[in-house]
């Protein structure tokens, strides 16, 4: 399995101890983790399919996992990619619509039911790939 964790690039030299953390088990599950910063990709707009998103500036295999990590500060081209990657039939883990419509409080100021969020996802991913047509 190949995964992408689309995350701002940190401001120090030191990796972040979540992107660490996730890239240690990642190892011992035997999946391929890439951390990947929005500023690396680039979308292209055309009829190539999964040729449309390129890393670096050259065409790469696309994940097939996305856990977008980027926060409260997450922007509009961070968005656009996560959209073209679901486009795409990548499974993304926080879909565009929940990383717009979440932050750290609901809006009804209350705080967001981050277990019932990830068991959801859960249920999506174990849907999606058990149940739903290729």
């Known amino acids: 399995m190949n995964l992408w964790v689309l995350h701002k690039r940190p401001s120090g030299m030191v990796e972040p101890y979540e992107l660490t953390r996730l890239r240690e ?3 011992a599950l035997d999946i391929r983790f890439e ?3 929005p ?5 292209i707009v ?3 399919g999964r040729r449309s998103i ?13 856990l977008p990590r980027t926060g409260s500060g997450t922007d509009y081209f961070s968005l656009a990619i996560l959209r073209q990657l679901e486009h795409l039939g990548v499974a993304v883990v926080n879909p565009t619509h929940h990383v717009g419509a979440f932050s750290s409080r ?3 100021g209350r705080p967001t039911d981050w277990r019932s969020l990830c068991h959801q ?5 174990l849907w999606r790939r058990c149940c739903a047509q290729p």
Do not use: N
């Open 25 to 27: 088990e990642a190892r």
């Open 35 to 37: 951390a990947v910063a």
């Open 39 to 43: 500023e690396e990709i680039d979308l």
């Open 46 to 48: 055309s009829r190539g």
């Open 54 to 66: 390129r890393r670096c500036g050259a065409e790469v295999e696309l994940p097939d996992v996305l």
């Open 106 to 108: 609901s809006p009804s």
């Open 121 to 125: 996802a859960a249920g999506w991913l």
